[in-house]
């Protein structure tokens, strides 16, 4: 007995990893930088918030983002006749299985509305923070001895040069509870006229800001305005249009902001002393919600990012002999971490570019939140799960129940590259995607899972409730009874993952038919342990889908398409059938997957598809579906595929189809990596390591995957 108790608790050691072998291990792939990126900054952030810096710690050179949750504009609406409020907008109808259903396209005798609210609201750059050397044409080849390191185990970003013969040595830090900066600055050269400038850029309607955000030179635009609040501090309000917020600045000892005689907005800020600190807070509103002191950020953030680490799930590879595919993917799992935590960890949905610059004009994607947000939930930080879960989906039910009631359906249908105020944007491609219904009921599962039973696990049925019933009504009702063929079939029109089909003759995809059936069996269970009934509509569509589609003993994309495996056209995109066994578990009723056919699909999609045109997250996706193959080699292979690419900060990058960083592609690589270390139902136990690495891998923190 006593033996037996020993042991168990020699082998729960074995698993566990030290405080001090996760710092070791966090502190060795800190980021080191001699010069600026053109491409990436180094961010400190936390999640709703984060500033984008150069080599000089600050934005002296690169005009780096420094973005937030709440700072959106809208350009004026337009003027012509017909289209001067959102209201005016129609979007298109489309005949859908018999009947005119109107959808969120652009119209074409609509374009300025269309492209309004397309381009509208969008995500602000919220200034500009840089060292201001007293004279003009200073270059960053004129600064010697440039480094700077980033150190993830306190979230401090060290930055040193020597300027005009004087060393600068710069701290920039984050506060992790609210929007703000701590700046220290220790220099002779601050006796000698250099300073720091605080500018305001203007926005644009373009599609993709990368890797700057907004303009300088727009000058007559907008307008700022110095408050010199005390002898310490002084407010900034920036107004654009419609949109106000405020920059508060604060200091230590003599100090003195100047504002802009010239008609720019560049302030400038000096001082007599050879150390200053500053605190920089964004905010909408002109009153600080929660004031802060240099020092209270400083110590907030060690003491947040420590516990981030110590906290969370974590994976060691640092013992794996002799392979350095280890050390590769290790570099990747620890910079994704840092990454995700500052740019994603927010009360939306992230960005794809999170909080680094703009795409999409600043908006989400609802069907790409679950890659975003599932790491949070697969890595042990329910914390950060819950910040935007379920509340995102409590926000948006008001326009989600109208969209799906003016479309003729029950239940909520959600929209999809959205904003805050959860309208979605007219697009084809956004109104005919229907793989992000069924999301909400994964994060409740997946919720579910994670909560530790009890109190919190009713707390987490009753938080879902209503999210799930709406979803699960909708996706009932969009399925759509064929008489002829005695089955449910998912569109047409639509577009699959894939978004290269057809959609007038997409019917019946195979992951969103697998997706549907995973959904609906969720939210039946969810009422189950609701102890409440089941609608029967819920169970008479899932147990009559149409079955997966099938060619040749593979899985096909959909239902019917022509030249699966012989047309190159059928094999670029989303592999999204590799989806059906990677992301979502087996079917828990109805038809099996066929084993079989899995195996033959996806050795076709490793000889057959284009993956150099992929989206990044079709590695992680193709990695899953490895390893419930039971090839776990593979897996690696996939998650370190030379398209699938990540920079000197662990920044991941867009490939030939979108700007750098492509945060889906970080926030996959977790759910893959999570799901070897915690295997996965019926896994049982079977590692999703290679072989020769089982031994020498530490893993601590993770449960099953579903
Ligand atoms: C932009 O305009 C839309 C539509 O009127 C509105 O819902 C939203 O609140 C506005 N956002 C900002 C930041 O002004
Ligand atoms: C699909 O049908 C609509 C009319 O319902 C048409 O406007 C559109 O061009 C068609 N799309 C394609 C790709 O054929
Ligand atoms: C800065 O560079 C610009 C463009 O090369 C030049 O016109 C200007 O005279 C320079 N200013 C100073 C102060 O050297
Ligand atoms: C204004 O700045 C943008 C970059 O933000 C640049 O592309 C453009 O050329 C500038 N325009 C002028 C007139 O300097
Ligand atoms: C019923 O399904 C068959 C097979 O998928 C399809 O060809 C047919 O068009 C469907 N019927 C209708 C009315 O959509
Ligand atoms: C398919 O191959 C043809 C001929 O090589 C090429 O022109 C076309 O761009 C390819 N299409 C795709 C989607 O890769």
Known sequence: MRA????????SLAEAVSVGQRRKVVQSFNVRRTKSSDTTPLQVGNGNFAFGADVTGLQTFKPYAIMSTWGWHNFSLPTTPGQTSIDDYT???MWTHGRLVTYEVPN?????ISNWLRENPHRLNLASVGFDFGRQNVTEDDLQNKAQELDMWTGRLSSSFVYDGSPVKVETWADPDSDTIAVNVNSKALRQGLGLFFDFPYPDNQKFNAPFVGHFNLTSKHSTALEQLTSNSAGIQHTLDATTYYTHISWTGHGKITAPTDGTHRHTFTSSQTNVQLTITFSPSPNLQHPTTHSGVTSS????WQTFWTRGAFIDLSSVPEDPRARDLQQRIILSKYLTAVNSASYYTPQESGLVNNGWNGKFHLEMTLWHTLPFARWNHLALFRRSQPSMYHQFLP????RAKMQGYAGARWGKMSDPSGRSAPGDINALLIWQQPHPLYFAEVEWRASPGGDDMRTTLARWEEVVDATADFMASYAWWNASTGVYDLGPPMYPVSENTNPNVTRNPAFELAYWRFGLDVAVRWRERLGKPVPAEWVKVRD?????????????VYEGIEGMWTSNATTNDHPAMAGIYGLLPPPASGTPLDVDALRKTAAKIKELWALDFSYGWDFAMLAMNSLRLGDPEQAVEYLLHPIFQFDDAGYPVGGSRVPTPYFPNSASLLIATAMMAGGWDGSDGKAGWPKFWEKHVRVEGFSPAM
């Open 91 to 93: 979007g298109l109808q």
């Open 108 to 112: 074409p005798a609509q374009n300025d």
């Open 301 to 304: 953030s060690r003491s947040w």
């Open 4 to 11: 037996l108790s020993l042991l168990l608790v020699l082998s």
């Open 544 to 556: 009559g889908l149409a079955p997966l589609p099938m060619v040749d003993g593979t899985y096909a």
């Open 399 to 402: 326009s989600a129940l109208a």
